[in-house]
């Protein structure tokens, strides 16, 4: 069947036969547009690729021609980037195509964003729109803050909290963590941040994605300093006592941690000790 494609594209186009991901076999089924997508940004020459996977059984009388891609806030009211490329229709076909987007270099960083993916027919008809979330104007390595210290503790197989900044008293910690990651992240973590007591119970916590939830894991730079600042302020300050902070990883869903692992791989835990710290009474 693909042999046969192929020689009816060359005879009817000469050249340029499409990039074919698979065929579709069951006869009768609905028509199938928008199949997959994947998108990657580039954050050095500010540009994304949106890989696409398209087809139908039947694509009489409505063939897909054009992919749409726009970028849009969260609201989908202001359109950041829009680009349009035509894309070829097989029948019983599945295609895999690619569009270029130049994405704007002066948003704010950490600017969230929507990408709409549009297979057309023509301006009226289009076959739904699959949609991403996205970060945009992802920052560069982060400047470590006068004073922060080594950690070297892995976090699952792929996260390094490589460095840390703590400080704390009866009414405040603050925190600041350095991550890095080693490859692309498929799980928006959020990180939780615990100050206990000497009875180990929780006095108060902070739970979020990094950077006050502006900047999730799945969004990551690869082998990039992430700076993770997170602060805590307690309603009544402490009593005297000795404290410990811990911070660990964990997946939203669920509540399943990741495990923690020192350097030496001497210790396996779910969480790391980032600061211990006494309050003096009176």
Do not use: C
Not at 16 to 29: D, H, R
Not at 48 to 63: C, D, F, K, Q, S
Not at 100 to 118: I, N
């Amino acid at each position: 069947m693909l042999a046969a494609l192929e020689a009816e594209w060359q005879s009817e186009y000469g050249s340029g036969f499409p990039a074919l991901v698979s065929l579709l076999e069951l006869q009768g089924s609905p028509l199938l547009h928008g199949v997959g997508t994947n998108i990657q940004v580039d954050d050095v020459t500010g540009k994304m690729t949106v890989e696409v996977v398209t087809g139908n059984l039947h694509i009489a009388p409505l063939p897909v021609r054009t992919l749409r891609i726009e970028v849009t806030d969260p609201a989908a009211a202001t359109f950041y980037a829009t680009a349009e490329e035509p894309v070829a229709s097989l029948p019983g076909a599945l295609i895999r195509s690619t569009v270029e987007v130049e994405l704007p270099r002066d948003l704010p960083v950490l600017t969230p964003a929507l990408v709409f993916v549009e297979p057309r027919f023509d301006n009226r008809v289009t076959f739904g729109k699959p949609v991403a979330s996205i970060i945009l104007n992802r920052p560069d390595d982060a400047t470590l803050a006068e004073g922060a210290v080594a950690a070297g503790w892995r976090f699952g197989e792929h996260i390094l909290l490589e460095h840390l900044h703590a400080s704390a008293d009866a009414e405040a910690v603050d925190l600041t963590l350095y991550w890095r990651t080693d490859a692309p992240l498929q799980t928006d973590y959020h990180v939780f941040t615990h100050v206990i007591d000497a009875e180990g119970r929780i006095v108060q916590q902070y739970d979020a994605a990094p950077a006050d939830g502006r900047y999730p894991t799945g969004q990551w730079r690869v082998d990039t300093l992430i700076e993770d600042a997170r602060s805590i302020r307690f309603e009544t300050p402490l009593a005297p006592g000795t404290y410990r902070v811990l911070v660990g990883l964990y997946q939203p869903a669920d509540g399943t941690r990741l495990p923690v692992t020192s350097a030496d791989g001497s210790v396996n835990t779910d969480a790391f000790e980032a600061l211990a710290f006494r309050v003096s009474g009176p």
